[in-house]
Every structure is written in C-alpha cells, then in structure tokens.
C-alpha cells in the first residue's frame, strides 16, 4: 500500500524525506512539496505517515485487498505519547478509532556511541556474529538460545 | 530615492498609459494563468470532490456562524500569520516575502494608476521591495531544503525556483533602478538606470507570466485549503484521521483501558519527539 502526497497539505517541511528507510520520499523539483519518487519500492512501514505533522501522507491500498474507498489513518502525538488509529471500511459499516501508549524507543536514543565501545577482539571478528549483535540471536554451542537458557523472562503488556 | 515615486520620473520616457497598460496585462496573465493551472492539474474538481466525500462522513452540522468563526479563524491564523509552517524561520520569511510583495503590488498600481507623488507611497513601495528581498534571499540562501538539507549549491535552479527567483530579483532590480534613476543625472548613470529598469520588467513579466508553471498559484488555493481542513474537524468527519483524545478523561480511559494501565491516570508531557530537531539527515 504505498504512500502518497497531499500536495495541498504538505509545506514541504522534509520530516517524512528524513525518516524514510526506503529513501523514496522527496521533495518536488516543480512545488518543493514531499512525493513518493518509486511507489513500488514502498516497504509500508507508515514512518512518513507517522512523521507528518500535517497529515498530508496517506496510504493507498492495492485494489485487490484493500478495495478503493476504505481508509486506514493514524495519528502519533509524541508530547501524549500515544498513537491513535481510525480504520474505516468502504460501506461505512465499520469506523472503528484505536488509541494506544507509543512502545517504540524515544527518537534519537538507539543511535550506538561507537567511540565509546571498546575495539572487538580478534576472536569476535572471526564469529559470524556481527559486532555488538546481541548473543540470543545466535546459537550456543549446544542449541538454540532459549529464554529459559539465558535466564530470560518475557514480561506481559507494554513495557519500555 | 526613498521619497519619491520612482515611475513619476519614467514619464519622462514612457508614457502613464503604457504603464497602466502594462499593469493590466499582468493582472490578466495571473488571472488566466491561475484558471489555467486549475484547469490543467484538475484542482479545483478535486477539491469540490474531495469536500463532497467529506460532507457524507460528517457527523454534525456545521452552523453558518462556526463557517463565520472558522473563515476569521483561517485568516487570522493562516492567511494573515502563516500559521501552518512549523518551522518559525520559514514562517518569519513567509511573512517577510508575503507582505513585502503586497505593500509592492498594491503602492505600485497606486502609483501608476493614481499618479501619487505622496511620500509615504514611496516609502512603502521601497519598504515592501527591501522586506521581499529580505524573505526571498534568506529562504533562497539558507531555508529552502535543497540548500538547507540536501546540500545543493545555492545557484542550482530547479523549475520550483521561478516563482522565488522572479520575486527577489524583481525588488532587487526595482531598487537598484529606483536609486539609480534618483541619483544620477549624468548620461552614464542613466544608462544604469535603464539597464537595470529593463531587468526590473524582464524579472516581473517572468513572475507574472510563468502562473502556469510556477507556484505563483498557492496564494490563491492555500487559504481555501486550509478553511477545509478546519471545516472537517468542525463536522467530525477529520478527513478520516481519529479523534483528538483527552488522555486525563474517564470516558477516554474507559474507552481504552490501555491508557490508564500503562501510562496511568494523568499521563505526563512527553517531549517534542521526532520535532526535538529539524529534518536535515536527507
């Protein structure tokens, strides 16, 4: 379901051209407004969506799944730290609105401080293990790294 | 320079109903080049369309004294402040260039059309040029995102640049012209002046004229825009966005439990968020 540009919303402020993991949103060479350069190559992740302060981005769904007319729309307010979600059938039949605590990690804290991490040793470099990749991805020597094995417990609900 | 009408002394050259005639061409050029631009990016028709579908979704009424409320409300705050940037550099340079073209515009038909020699006139025609060049040059040089996030050159010109470009040299002509023809009377100078005068008609027929490929159009649409936008958080329909919800009400909290249970009874401010710093990691 890619994404698309209300040219009359959008100010051309450039938050969904930063965040775009995909690197195809940009900014018009005619309006200076955002658009979607390769609507193919759209992963339909929503972080433009999200990222909008002008809700100008919208996502149109493949007509065989996601017939013309419904409507999938979201708004992330970061100073409440919630996401909101309205989801709107074509007949109309179903508007349903969802609101939940935002679980993803505050912008900006996740980025590693490399300089600050000590060089990896020469038997770090040999495993298949990429440098600082969490050891419960891989397997021991034995098995597969469980929860159990690593003394690790999954909490219930929303936890940061 | 700053005292007198500088088209008054042009009458020496060129006649005030060429002047006028000019004007008027210009106006029509804007006018034709908007509907133009309507007919062929088919706005207006979406536009209509688009309220249409918004209409059928919404869930109240909108009063005609809310339309009055909201018509004063758009002017107030994106017609006349241009509220809807959030960057606040932008928007002190949205102003800048938006009232600098205005005061322009409107002192030089009163001067072409009335023949004023008033002095407060002139003051503002050079005042409106000087506020333009100042908007215009420092969105060109530092804010637009090419230069600001993509590391373009600033003398890169994309199709985008007409509408700016014609506008800053426009006043930037009329001013070196005005001061020029002010200040010189000797042939070499008024050779300048001349010079510079063509430029100034060169720059301004280019800003008036090119309606159909620049932005020059968005003064026009923006305003009925952004009276939509209000109009569908005013009927409920929010162009199907959700709700805007108190996270401190019970009825919210009992709607979704999940608020209450995670982030408690009074959830706190939690910071600007992605909005912390501007875009520029392009």
């Known amino acids: ?160 | 320079m700053f005292m007198t009408n500088p088209f008054a002394e042009l009458t020496a050259l060129i006649s005030p109903d060429v002047m006028q005639a000019y004007l008027i061409v210009m106006a029509v050029l804007v006018a034709g080049g908007t509907i133009l631009d309507m007919m062929h990016k088919k706005s207006a028709k979406y536009f209509f369309e688009n309220a249409e579908k918004a209409k059928k979704s919404a869930k109240r009424t909108v009063s005609g004294g809310e339309k009055v409320g909201m018509a004063v409300a758009t002017l107030a705050n994106e017609v006349l402040t241009s509220g809807e940037f959030c960057s606040m550099k932008r928007r002190i340079s949205h102003l800048l260039t938006m009232y600098g073209f205005i005061i322009f515009v409107v002192t030089t038909a009163i001067m072409i059309f009335g023949y004023s020699t008033n002095v407060l006139v002139a003051q503002l025609w050079h005042i409106g040029a000087i506020m333009l060049c100042l908007g215009g040059y420092w969105f060109w040089f530092f804010i637009r995102v090419d230069v600001a996030a993509e590391a373009a050159k600033w003398y890169k010109l994309v199709r985008a640049d007409i509408f700016i470009v014609s506008l800053f040299t426009t006043a930037t002509f009329a001013l070196i012209w005005s001061y020029l023809q002010a200040g010189g009377m000797n042939v070499a100078d008024m050779g300048w002046a001349t010079l510079f005068f063509a430029l100034f008609i060169v720059s301004n027929t280019t800003l008036f004229a090119s309606v159909l490929w620049s932005k020059f159009a968005h003064m026009f649409f923006k305003p009925a825009a952004a009276f939509q936008k209000r109009t569908t958080v005013a009927d409920g329909s929010r162009e199907n966005l959700p709700g805007d919800f108190d996270l401190s009400s019970p009825e919210v909290q009992a709607r979704f439990p999940d608020i209450p249970e995670y982030m408690g009874k009074n959830p706190e401010d939690m910071g600007a968020g992605i909005r912390r710093e501007a875009p520029n990691h392009y």
Request: net charge negative; with cysteine; glycine share 6%.
């Open chain 1, 1 to 160: 379901m890619p994404t698309f540009v209300y040219m009359t919303r959008c100010d051309g402020c450039g938050q969904c051209v930063d965040i775009c993991p995909s690197d195809i949103m940009h900014i018009d060479k005619t309006l200076r407004r955002a658009y979607n350069i390769e609507p193919n190559m759209c992963w339909e992740c929503y972080s433009c969506v999200k990222a909008c302060p002008h809700h100008a981005i919208d996502v149109r769904g493949y007509a065989d799944f996601a017939p013309l007319g419904s409507s999938v729309r979201v708004h992330r307010d970061e100073e409440k730290g919630t996401i909101a979600w309205r989801i709107k059938f074509r007949n109309g039949k179903k508007d349903m609105e969802l609101l939940a605590p935002i679980t993803t990690k505050p912008w900006g804290s996740c980025i590693p401080q490399l300089a600050n991490e000590a060089a990896p040793a020469d038997s770090m470099r040999n495993t298949e293990l990429l440098y600082n990749e969490p050891k419960y991805v891989a397997m021991n020597d034995n098995a597969l790294m469980t929860l159990e094995s690593n003394g690790l417990e999954i909490k219930e609900g929303v936890y940061y």
